[in-house]
C-alpha cells in the first residue's frame, strides 16, 4: 500500500514515514499542498494523509484539487492535524478521517489498516 504524506512540517513529516515504513507501507512524501497534489497525480497513492496549515495550498485547497481531479478524486484522505476547534473539524468533513496532532501511532496504524483492509477486497 502507498501512502502520500503532506506535510510542511519536516521533523513531523519524516518521523510519521518511519512510523508507516517500519509497518511495511510504500511512503511518499511532500512538503506542502502544491507538491502533494502533483505527486497524487503521479503516483496515485491508496491513501493520502495531510496537515491543514501550509503555506501556498493549505491542506483544505489541498483536499479539494484532489477531489477534483478524476484519477485521484476517491483516494482515501486523512487530516491529521493540531487544529481542534469545532470548525476546522466542520470543514475537515470532506476527509475520510479527522486525526488530531499530537496523535496516538497505535490508533492511526489502526485507521490506516481499515482503509488498507477495504482495498485489499476491492482486489479479491
Known sequence: MRILIIDDNQAGREELAILLQLEN???IEAN??????????KHLPNLIISDIIMPDLDG???IHEI???????RIPF???SALTSTTAHIRGLDADEYIEKP???KILLEKIGVYSNKLKKTFI
Request: proline residues 3%; hydrophobic residues 40%; charged residues 20%.
Open 67 to 73: 477531489r477534483s481531479f478524476a484519477l485521484t478524486s
Open 32 to 41: 506542502n499542498g502544491i507538491q502533494g497534489y502533483e505527486l497524487a497525480k
Open 25 to 27: 507501507y510504500e511512503v
Open 60 to 62: 483544505f485547497d489541498t
Open 78 to 80: 486523512f487530516f491529521l
Open 103 to 105: 496523535y496516538e501511532p
